[in-house]
């Protein structure tokens, strides 16, 4: 069983910017970021490969989020800039045990507790 704890949370004015991290309780392959709004869905924001070589990203946060991972350090990060309102949501780092890059929420099996990200306009 991975244990995953996120942090780096909080709240940032529109523009502003957040480092949000993932530390696993032992390294894994494939994992991700995912997001979730109130009365919304989670949805996907970011993946990569184990080797940290791939990644893919929903189309909404191309160009301003980065996901990257420390494997020594068993951390995953996403850096987050250019915040705008609507990525107002709760974020999870998820762990998978498939072998492929995927933003489906089913494909993951392992998920921390959440971090809170308010952006205000």
């Known amino acids: 069983q991975v244990q995953l704890a996120e942090s780096g949370g909080g709240s940032v004015q529109a523009g502003g910017s957040l480092r949000l991290s993932c530390v696993a309780s032992?390294?894994?392959?494939?994992m991700g970021w995912f997001r979730q709004a109130p009365g919304k869905e989670r949805e996907g924001v970011a993946a990569?490969?184990?080797?940290?070589?791939?990644?893919t990203y929903t189309d909404s946060v191309k160009g301003r989020f980065t996901i990257s991972r420390d494997n020594g350090k068993k951390t995953l990060y996403l850096q987050m800039n250019g915040l705008k309102p609507e990525d107002t949501a709760t974020y999870y780092c998820a762990a998978s045990t498939m072998i492929r890059l995927t933003l489906q929420v089913e494909e993951y099996k392992y998920w921390g507790q959440g971090t809170q990200v308010t952006v205000s306009s």
């Open positions: 032992y390294s894994i392959g494939y």
């Open positions: 990569i490969s184990p080797g940290g070589g791939a990644t």
